[in-house]
T-cell receptor
Framework: GENVEQHPSTLSVQEGDSAVIKCTYS??????FPWYKQELGKRPQLIID?????GEKKDQRIAVTLNKTAKHFSLHITETQPEDSAVYFC??????????FGTGTRLLVSP | GAVVSQHPSWVICKSGTSVKIECRSL??????MFWYRQFPKQSLMLMAT?????????EQGVEKDKFLINHASLTLSTLTVTSAHPEDSSFYIC?????????FGPGTRLTVL
């Protein structure tokens, strides 16, 4: 089955810096790669996603890149703000069905 | 997007009792729903796939006789934790596929004393 690895587990940046979180997946059948932001005690919130037929997608300060050959995908957050502090999860799925999540990255943005 | 509710939002029970968690789709018919479990400071792990009108599909290592899933209608799936023990204390979240993304319920915090 699918296995998703995520790095780093924690990331501390200064406000205004960029943050990058990386994931790798194992199953070449996976074709949907969402990123979620989760605050304590809350449900995961979709922040951006990418399908396997696209190499890069951007939404304001957030971007995701996908390298299908290497089975890597990354989340890029620019101009970080304190409110970006949360736990971020990557995930992989085949055709928008069950999700296999990465281990999570705790992002701390200091003012 | 789809609106998903869960009930209860939190529950405390004694060891050995059973607890039922409801996942309801308020505006979307779902033949499939997913149940995840999240231990503190850990990731979400898929427990099972709930299929309307048929048996659930459980992930490896998840005891089907302990975690009973019923998906009797297109808008409701239930997860019953039978004979709960402290190690079952966790955050249980359901989701359903809706178009091009998954929609999550708000989660249920289960604490077993």
């Amino acid at each position: 089955g699918e296995n998703v690895e995520q790095h780093p587990s924690t990331l501390s940046v200064q406000e205004g810096d960029s943050a990058v979180i990386k994931c790798t997946y194992s199953d070449s059948a996976s074709n949907y790669f969402p990123w979620y932001k989760q605050e304590l005690g809350k449900r995961p919130q979709l922040i951006i996603d990418i399908r396997s037929n696209v190499g890069e997608k951007k939404d304001q300060r957030i971007a995701v890149t996908l390298n299908k050959t290497a089975k890597h995908f990354s989340l890029h957050i620019t101009e970080t703000q304190p409110e970006d502090s949360a736990v971020y999860f990557c995930a992989a799925s085949e055709s928008f069905q069950k999700l296999v999540f990465g281990t999570g990255t705790r992002l701390l943005v200091s003012p | 997007g789809a609106v998903v509710s869960q009930h209860p939002s939190w529950v405390i029970c004694k060891s050995g009792t059973s607890v039922k968690i409801e996942c309801r789709s308020l505006d979307f018919q779902a033949t499939t729903m997913f149940w995840y479990r999240q231990f503190p400071k850990q990731s979400l792990m898929l427990m099972a796939t709930s299929n309307e009108g048929s048996k659930a599909t459980y992930e490896q290592g998840v005891e089907k006789d302990k975690f009973l899933i019923n998906h009797a209608s297109l808008t409701l799936s239930t997860l019953t934790v039978t004979s709960a023990h402290p190690e079952d204390s966790s955050f249980y979240i359901c989701s359903l596929p809706g178009g091009n993304e998954q929609f999550f319920g708000p989660g249920t915090r289960l604490t077993v004393l």
